[in-house]
Structures are given as C-alpha cells and as structure tokens.
C-alpha cells in the first residue's frame, strides 16, 4: 500500500521561507498528479497548489499565488512546496495528497492517498 511522508515543517519568521517534502512510496510514481493542502486549527482543510504527472502543468490556490512553488522530481519519488514570503496566515497543518486524476487533487476529495501532514507555524 502506498504512503506519502511530508518533512521540513516547523517554525519560519513571518516574510521568511521553509521548503516542505512528501517523499512517495506509490508507484509508479510518475502516473500520480500531487498536491498541498493545508488545515488551520478551527477551520477546514484547503487546496493550496497541485502539479501534473510530468510537472506541466501547477495550480495555486490565490492566497498563496507568486509566493508558493510546487515541483517534483520523479526520479526521487518526492514532490516538495518551497514556501516564501510566509504569513501569519499560511500557519497550518500541511498534508501531500497523491491521485492518479488530475482533476481529483484539486477538487481535494475523493483523493486516493493523504500523508499524515507536518505542521508549519509561521510567527510574526
């Protein structure tokens, strides 16, 4: 069964980066479209970026547009979210979410595998 691992959360100052991992055991991976989602405590899980299968095409939630950058590198199995100029706000728990559908991950249901996520507080 697969299972999607996020690392380097933690603690950035306000205006400062952090780059977030999901290493993937799914394969193969390179048939998966991948995504970030992010849930704030007290409020709903939310998309916050998605990337195709080869890394074609991406997609950002508003609030994070020209400040957050998804990639993967297929041959590491591992996509990452290279967050900067973070915000108070994108304090969250972030999750990796894998689908074989496009379309799914950024619907952000019905999604076939969720990592467990990696916390990232962002202090002013």
């Known amino acids: 069964q697969g299972q999607l691992v996020e690392s380097g959360g933690g603690l950035v100052q306000a205006g400062g980066s952090l780059r977030l991992s999901c290493a993937a055991s799914?394969?193969?991976?390179?048939?998966?479209?991948m995504g970030w989602f992010r849930q704030a405590p007290g409020k709903e899980r939310e998309f916050v970026a998605a990337?195709?299968?080869?890394?074609?095409?991406?997609d950002y939630a508003d609030s994070v547009k020209g400040r957050f950058t998804i990639s993967r590198d297929n041959a590491k199995n591992t996509v990452y979210l290279q967050m900067n100029s973070a915000k108070p706000e994108d304090t969250a728990l972030y999750y990796c979410?894998?689908?074989?559908?496009?379309?799914?991950?950024?619907?952000?249901?019905?999604?076939?595998?969720w990592g467990k996520g990696t916390p990232v507080t962002v202090s002013s």
């Open positions: 799914i394969r193969p991976f390179g048939t998966y479209a």
């Open positions: 979410a894998a689908d074989r559908v496009y379309s799914t991950i950024r619907g952000g249901t019905s999604v076939a595998y």
């Open positions: 990337i195709s299968w080869i890394g074609r095409t991406t």
